[in-house]
């Protein structure tokens, strides 16, 4: 079973950057697509960015050409790195593993992300 653990998040103003983390646990991870996904308040959970076991992406058209997934297999970690920042990407960020492009329904507690000017 595989345990994450979400860090990185943070207050940053409009256009600024972060980079966030989710640190796997368990065996699974190198065989496994993962995914980042957001809540803002009263809004859904949503998938941000997905990226499968050999590498390939997926993003929501929202975070296009800004925001960049990328994955670690030997330290079993999935990286969301965030350029161009918006207000609307404020949100608690989560990670996830996914099958057949869905999450399995295990998270960890999420990171804060705050984009305010």
């Known amino acids: 079973q595989v345990q994450l653990v979400e860090s990185g998040g943070g207050l940053v103003q409009p256009g600024g950057s972060l980079r966030l983390c989710c640190l796997a646990s368990g065996s699974f991870f190198s065989i496994n697509a993962m995914g980042w996904y957001r809540q803002a308040p009263g809004k859904q959970r949503e998938l941000v960015a997905s990226?499968?076991?050999?590498?390939?992406?997926n993003y929501a058209d929202s975070v296009k050409g800004r925001f960049t997934i990328s994955r670690d297999h030997a330290k079993k970690t999935v990286y969301l790195q965030m350029n161009s920042l918006k207000p609307e990407d404020t949100a608690v960020y989560y990670c996830?593993?996914?099958?057949?492009?869905?999450?399995?329904?295990?998270w960890g507690q999420g990171t804060q992300v705050t984009v305010s000017s």
């Open positions: 990226i499968t076991a050999g590498g390939s992406t």
């Open positions: 996830s593993t996914l099958v057949r492009g869905i999450s399995v329904g295990l």
